[in-house]
Each structure stands twice: as structure tokens, then as C-alpha cells.
């Protein structure tokens, strides 16, 4: 097994968890606008963490496939054009989707403007249909700062310019003059991928960097401990969830770097799971609608949740799963086709002259 092979196995289980948590909370919240609301709110609350750990793996495997021993790094322009294709189809195809939804009568209180429509499409800040893309936002803009530093070429040089491009942000952000920009720029957030970078950086650095398995559980709980006390309504500030989730979602991080190819079923589920948790991310939006309309038109706002909750996971899971496999890895693949075709057409250069 390779040493790539080694730590993503590790790292699509833990997506899976993230975007398991993430639907949990969202389960959560939706079931409390009930008649029988059954958990604490800390529990829903700490399901937020799901996009910290998303955060930091993000920063992390950027930096550790973008330079592969033994290879030149990939160039800027390929580098988004690979992370383009990857984020924005399916994500289009859900805000399309939302559209549709809006346009038949429902979502009355959602107000869909030019400016709603092109912070969707280009994935700017600011209110967009897909609720949940706020945090697409900052992956955009994490690796586009990315991209402006692989043309270093190494990636100690990369990696801490990176890191200082984003601290700058956050320190001078609030000097620029739009309020969702400045907001958005100097968000401490955005040092959750920084959190990322240096862990890539440590584990490239030592080849037997170890962290013991039982760190993941301590991170788990310190998670939980930090949402039992949160006051905000969102679970924490962005400032103190970077410390109470980002720090203890690092060290999740670090300690699932080791796991390897998993044997039993339960563990290639949770990489199948992994493989889709994007999708799982986007569309389980559209079964949170689904469930809230229940709740407020039928019988089942009116009775205890406890039996619709883990359905409605469940429910969640499946479409997830089944929109990777059908929507969007047809689509994935048919894209590299279709970029490696176009590559095969280039001519090849040979002393300076196409051939």
C-alpha cells in the first residue's frame, strides 16, 4: 500500500462522519420546530464541528496531492480547473434544483434577487439558494490563494505563503469596503485550512509521524464538551469555534491519517459514504425540506420525532449515495474524458516548434 493510498482511506472515512454530523444537526434543528422535540440542543449543536473537520482535511489533502514525490506540481490553471469541475456541477444542478422548487410555489419566504443568483453561481459571499454553500465560499477562496503560490513550485513554499495570505486576510480583511467581503475575508474560519496545511507539512516531514487513535476520541469529546456550553445561536462564534472545534477537529485529523484499507463491510461503507459526502452534503438539503413541510402540514408536527428522525437520516443517506453513483460520478468522469481528450488534441512541442 502506498503512502497516499494509506492516509486517504482514513481521511474519506472521516468525511463521512463529518457529512453524517452535519445532517444529524440538521435533522435535529428541523424536528425542534415540532410539537416533540426529544434531544438537548448541545447535540445538535455540536454537528456544526462536521464542517470544521471539513475544513481542516480540505487544507490538509490540497497540499498533500498537490506535490506527489517524484512529480512537478500541478500548475495553477490545472489546479482549478480540477477543483472547478469538481464543486461546481452538482452544486449548479442544486441550485437549479432549488429554482425549480421556488418557482412551483414553494420557499415563498426565500427572496431570490440578481444578487442571490450570481453569489450561487460564482459561489461569491453572501445569501445564496443552497443554504448550506456558505462554506463552498470559503473553499473557493482557499484555493484560489492556493493557486497564486503553486507556481513556488515546492511545498514548504506553498504551504507558508498560503498560510500567511490567510492570516493577512484575516487581520487587514475588515479594511475592505464592502461589509460581506470585509466579513468574509478576515472570518477566522479560514484558518481551520491553515490548521490543514500543517499537518500535511508535518506529515510529509516525519515519514513515521504517529498520533494514537485515541486522540480522535479526545477531539470527539472535546467537541461535544464545547457544545454543551455554547450560548450562540449557531452553536459557537466563529472565533471561539476555531479554537473549541477547529483545534480538537485538527487533531481528528491527525490521528485518522493512519488508518488503512478497511476489511470489515462497515469500514468500506463508511469510504463508500466518504466518496459521497459531497453529494451528501448538497442534497440532503432538499429532504430538510421535505421534512420541515411535513412537519408543518401534516399529523407529524403534532407527535414525537423519535421514530422520524433516524428515517429521515436515513433518507438523507440514500438519496446522497444514489446521487453520487447516478448524477454525479457520470458527470465526473465524463468531464476528465472529455479534459483528457482535449489534452491528447494539444500538439507536442519539440524544440520550441509543434509538432
Known sequence: MNRLDRELYGLQMLRAIAAFVVIVR??????????????????????????????????????????????????????????????????WICSAGIIA?????????????????????????????????????????FYLIFSIFLTLGKMHFTAIATIIAM?????????????????????????????????????????????????????????????????HPEGLSEASRVIFWGLPATLIV????????????????????????????????FVMLAYGWVIKSTFVGGVSQVPFVPSVISICIIAGVLTHLLLEKPILEFIRRAMKRQRSRQPLEVGGLPR
Open 26 to 91: 440538521h435533522t435535529l434543528e428541523m424536528s425542534y420546530g415540532s410539537a416533540g422535540r426529544f434531544t438537548p440542543s448541545w447535540i445538535a449543536t455540536s454537528g456544526g464541528a462536521g464542517v470544521d473537520l471539513f475544513f481542516v482535511i480540505s487544507g490538509f489533502i490540497m497540499v498533500y496531492v498537490s506535490f506527489p514525490p517524484g512529480r512537478s506540481p500541478d500548475s495553477p490553471k490545472d489546479f482549478i480547473v480540477k477543483r472547478a469541475t469538481r464543486i461546481f456541477p452538482l452544486y
Open 101 to 141: 422548487i421556488s418557482a412551483v410555489g414553494f420557499l415563498r419566504n426565500m427572496n431570490i434577487d440578481l444578487s442571490v443568483i450570481a453569489n450561487s453561481i460564482f459561489l461569491f459571499p453572501g445569501d445564496k439558494l443552497v443554504f448550506v454553500a456558505w462554506t463552498l465560499s470559503y473553499e473557493i477562496y
Open 254 to 285: 491527525a490521528a485518522f491519517l493512519n488508518v488503512g484499507r478497511p476489511q470489515s463491510w462497515a469500514g468500506r461503507a463508511a469510504v463508500l459514504l466518504g466518496d459521497a459526502s459531497y453529494a451528501l452534503y448538497l442534497t440532503h438539503i
Open 167 to 231: 492570516v493577512l486576510g484575516v487581520v487587514f480583511g475588515l479594511q475592505i469596503q464592502s461589509r460581506v467581503f470585509a466579513d468574509f475575508v478576515s472570518s477566522p474560519l479560514v484558518l481551520e485550512f491553515c490548521f490543514g496545511i500543517v499537518l500535511a507539512l508535518l506529515f510529509s516531514v516525519g515519514g513515521k509521524w504517529r498520533v494514537r487513535p485515541i486522540v480522535s476520541m479526545l477531539g470527539f469529546l472535546a467537541i461535544a464538551v464545547a457544545s454543551i456550553g455554547a450560548v
